[in-house]
């Protein structure tokens, strides 16, 4: 199992299409730089290249009457800079907003495929998380994209939902809820959470394929339907690339993208073994950190970008599915298979 790009789409619906983020991190005079795109940068000395959480909402709290077109972009860019640095791009750090998710905000006009670099940044962190030995290690990206994905599928860790109020969508069906919305209002987590670890590992443990909910959109007509609310169009307005085997793109983080084991999670027919793909050592050896000589990503990473390109056109061109369904012995035998040759 894992999150998926139709997971991305159903709980955040953020786009697919469009350019991977993937720019020189540089950060040599980001101060000029930052005043040019929020009107100005912090005045603290020896900082790192960003803003603190709080100099940004004290800053941009409320836009000003009267503002100039300039002056609203302004603060709607430092809005947007605010809100991915602390809901998609989440690290250890905690107190700044780093520069480089403003950078990635320079032009309003380039469409950006923010769902693959979400979801590649996801990845990243898991894979790390992982292998963190530190008694102090944590996990950083999207985690209420994690988080909703395991509750909708999982009976480990789930808590009690408790009634959503009515959402006001003023009119336009793009501010409609996601699937993330039925989680909107639950009962907070209480308990020590060194007992509790031990509780969901043992759970994990206990899980079988039988108590895993593969489909929990709904399945074939009744796809994405709620009755409770009505559901972003976003969610579902790009479900033909959803399958796309493809790299993930998210500045130095490249990740794939490999549907072709998880096709349960889809109502369909599973592979067994599925197609082989090279996730490449290489790639999972890239830090930021580590590897600070390198800043444009977009040379560095030229040959996967030109990959997802290629993978997106087709993708958006061919929009047949000629898949077959689910089929439980297949999936028994996947199951038997995946036992026997992984760890």
Known sequence: MTVTLQDVSMILALPISGAPLCFSTNSKGW???????VGCAPLVKDMPAGAPYTWISLRYKRCPELATKEVVQQYARAYVWYVISRTLF??????????????????????ISWGTAALAYLYRQLDEACRRLDPQACIGGPLLLLSVWMWTRLPVGRPDVLP?????????????????????????????????????????????????????????????????????????AEAHL?????????????????????????????????????????????????????????????????????????????????????D???????????KENTR
């Not at 101060?31 to 795109?37: A, E, I, K, N, T």
């Not at 480089?100 to 380039?110: N, P, R």
């Open 31 to 37: 101060r000029d730089s930052m005043s040019s795109l």
């Open 90 to 111: 989440v690290d250890s750090g905690g107190r700044n907003a780093p520069y480089m998710w403003l950078k990635a905000l320079t032009s309003w006009d380039i469409k």
């Open 164 to 236: 959503h109020d009515d959402w006001d969508e003023d009119g336009m069906r793009q501010c409609r809820p996601t699937w993330a919305f039925l989680y909107d209002k639950v009962e907070p987590y209480v308990g020590k959470t060194k007992t509790m670890y031990k509780y969901y590992n043992n759970e994990f443990d206990s899980l079988t394929p039988g108590m895993v909910n593969w489909e929990p959109y709904g399945k074939a007509e009744n796809f994405a339907r709620i009755y409770e609310f009505d559901l972003n169009p976003q969610c579902t």
């Open 242 to 326: 959803w399958r796309m085997q493809c790299p993930l793109i998210c500045l130095y983080a490249v990740e794939y993208h490999l549907p072709q084991r998880v096709m349960t999670q889809f109502g369909l027919f599973q592979e067994t073994p599925p197609e082989w793909k090279d996730t490449s050592i290489d790639l999972h050896r890239l830090d930021r950190m580590q590897q600070k000589t390198i800043t444009n990503w977009t040379d560095h990473h030229s040959k996967y970008i030109t990959e997802w390109w290629e993978v997106l056109r087709k993708a958006e061109k061919t929009r047949d599915d000629t898949t077959r369904r689910f």
């Open 328 to 338: 439980s012995d297949a999936f028994d035998y996947y199951v038997a298979w995946l």
